[in-house]
């Protein structure tokens, strides 16, 4: 979803989620900007906590890449090939994070300062399975998040049935594991899973190699209006003219332009009152409606104080059915 801001790209992205909720899909979402928070409570969803169990998953590849995206440096082929080494032949003596960086620091020199600011974070809790599951990144320091989509990306691949991804503008995070992540936008089709990557513009995905890689093993592209400044991503003329007749309005709808190998075609996004109520990030209707939630959250549930709000506000009754 490269669009610039207030164009609807957190709308769509909302009503996506919504849908594949409906149809029985799991879904893990990483927020930066509190975009999706509304959704997840009025779905019952669990918000991670703080601290997260690294060893949960005993996969020698995901602790290479976990390791890597702690250091600020870009290993070269060989170096990770002799960390790979490293860590599969001692995963029978691996029982904590502190063992593994001690076990690691006795091969890579120093290696144990990249985890100093982090240990604090990890603990012997494990992930369990939830139909929707909520990460507000913005509650977390930069040093941490890196290592903690490496795991969440881990969690995913261990769900059962349909599941989706959703990286709210935080997949620039995860350069160093470019590769890896390459790997697991490919397989993810073939396990009935998918990823949604947002980002503010086309150029997100075209300056860097990880968004490249991304935007290539991506079926579907919906942009919003923007300038196209960069070439590198392949955009016609035609298609470029297009996109700048797209158009949102506040309110009413949101203007996209669908792209894939066979579909270029502009589409309207609409919502209902109970879906505009939902995915509204204005923060004046935010704090209206946070002000009327907090006032009779004691009495109600989040859903009906939702729905009650809205029928306040647009008048007519909200429930599943009206979707």
Known sequence: FPVTIGQGKSVLANKLIQHE??????????????????????????TLSSKFNPLQFKDPRYLKEFVVSVMDEKLSKKEEGRLFDIIQNNMGDIS??????????NHFKGLSYYFSEIMEFFDESNFSQNKLIYVDFSNYPEAIKAPFIIYLIECFKNLDGR?????????????KNAD??????????????????????????????????????????????????????????????????IH??????SEFLLLSDMIMKPLRCFLNPLEFTLFNTDKEFNTKLTSYVDDHKKYFSYQDLIKDFTHKKYGGNYDEASY
């Open 163 to 175: 599941e989706v991804f959703v990286f709210d503008e935080c997949w620039h995070l995860l350069q």
């Open 180 to 245: 890896y992540i390459a790997e697991c936008f490919r397989t993810f089709r073939k396990h009935e899973a998918s990823a949604i990557a947002i980002s503010q513009s086309l150029e997100d995905f075209s300056e860097s190699q990880l968004g490249r890689v991304i935007i290539q093993n991506t079926f579907y592209k919906c942009l919003f209006r923007q300038k196209i400044i960069l070439k590198s991503f392949k955009i016609s003329d035609f298609e470029s003219e297009i996109l700048e007749g």
């Open 248 to 253: 949102s309005l506040k309110g009413e709808y």
């Open 21 to 46: 909720i409906h149809s029985g899909s799991k879904v893990i979402i990483l927020d930066l900007g509190n975009s999706f928070s509304k959704t997840v409570e009025y779905y019952k969803g669990v």
């Open 96 to 105: 904590s994070v502190s063992g593994l960086v001690k076990l690691l620091d």
